[in-house]
């Protein structure tokens, strides 16, 4: 039972151009959603998240939208940089009912961007 | 700041071996975390922290085991290595949702 999904394992994007990744998820109780960044052979890097109750957060190239109706998150990259090539992991959390699950992520299989100079 | 420390970063076990993989933060964080990631998947939890003497399951326990002495130490235990344990372990920390990797342990079970 997968919460967070990305179904695409893989996207080609040119320079310059805007990167679009997306990442569904299935339990209604997620209220916090971040997105991670990952070089091969380092761990993953926070890049930019979004409370449940805002549906845009912007820092610098990188935007995230959530639409809670949809369960659906985006990130935005724009401009693509060649350096922007990575794998980009979504991770969603959410409060256990007594309050003490602070933090625990469930992640997404993560989609591989490559940004092509 | 070092942030999020893992040793060792590479490791071959044989089966029924056992072995601690250590982490350590210097951020002053309460909680901490284990995930494994197996290839071409996401990070699945498999124990967490929320302070000094409290930890707890998460996802995928089985054959691990954790410890929590200090604020700054997780070593996460393998007691009796098998082949299904073969994966990239990445211990992280936070202070409240945004959790802090370290460079991730490559472990592998022959």
């Known amino acids: 039972d997968q919460q967070v999904k990305q179904n695409s394992p893989s996207l080609s994007v040119q320079e310059g151009r805007i990167s679009i990744l997306n990442c569904d998820y299935t339990n209604s109780m997620f209220d916090y959603f971040l997105w991670y960044k990952k070089y091969p052979a380092e761990g993953p890097t926070f890049l930019i998240s979004?409370?449940?109750?805002?549906d845009k957060n912007e820092d610098g190239r990188f935007t995230v939208f959530l639409n809670k109706s949809a369960k659906h998150l985006s990130l935005h990259i724009v401009p693509s940089q060649p350096g922007d090539s990575a794998v980009y992991f979504c991770a969603a959390s959410a409060w256990d009912a007594g309050g003490t699950s602070y933090g625990k992520l469930t992640f997404g299989q993560g989609t591989i961007l490559t940004v092509h100079p | 700041n070092a942030g999020v420390t893992q040793t060792p970063k590479f490791r071959i076990l044989k089966i029924g071996q056992s072995m601690t993989l250590q982490c350590a933060q210097d951020m002053n964080h309460n909680y901490m975390y284990w995930y494994r990631q197996d290839p071409g998947m996401g990070l699945k939890l498999i124990y967490y922290s929320v302070g000094a003497g409290i930890t707890d399951k998460g996802e995928v326990p089985n054959g691990y085991n954790v410890s929590r002495s200090t604020t700054e130490d997780f070593p996460l235990r393998l007691e009796l290595a098998a082949p299904s344990q073969t994966s990239v372990y990445f211990c992280?920390?936070?202070?409240?949702?945004?959790?802090?990797f370290g460079p991730g342990t490559r472990l592998t079970v022959l």
């Open positions: 979004i409370s449940s109750i805002k």
């Open positions: 992280a920390s936070s202070l409240r949702d945004t959790q802090y």
